[in-house]
């Protein structure tokens, strides 16, 4: 069985940093990206990376902010958040695929997600 667990989420102030982390099981994918949603808003594209780490892709409103990074040895990535602000408050989920893909319908694994809330 294939499952995708994030972790990570929380509360925090605006201009902090946290870390997520999304754990696969039953399967290695070749890509794995997050999304976000907020209430009211679609799921929005944040950051995908390949197999090997050497492609990585983010969205306009985290690059330069946000890195996400995976351990293949744990089948685990990880999105690593600093600078945050109060727009980056949503859902986060983790998303496994078979290419770096921006669309969410793309990728056909997905976790639960883990909500991230900042406050100003």
């Known amino acids: 069985q294939v499952q995708l667990v994030e972790s990570g989420g929380g509360l925090v102030q605006a201009g902090d940093s946290l870390r997520l982390s999304c754990a696969a099981s039953?399967?290695?994918?070749?890509?794995m990206g997050w999304f976000r949603q907020a209430p009211g808003k679609e799921r929005e594209f944040v950051a995908a990376i390949n197999l090997s780490g050497g492609n990585t892709v983010y969205g306009d409103s985290v690059k330069g902010r946000f890195t996400i990074s995976r351990d293949n040895a744990k089948n685990t990535v990880y999105l690593r958040m600093n600078s945050l602000k109060p727009e980056d408050t949503a859902l986060y989920y983790c998303?496994?695929?078979?290419?770096?893909?921006?669309?969410?319908?793309?990728?056909?694994?997905w976790g639960q997600g883990t909500q991230v809330t900042v406050s100003s």
């Open positions: 998303a496994g695929g078979s290419n770096v893909y921006v669309r969410p319908y793309n990728y056909g694994y």
């Open positions: 039953g399967r290695t994918f070749y890509a």
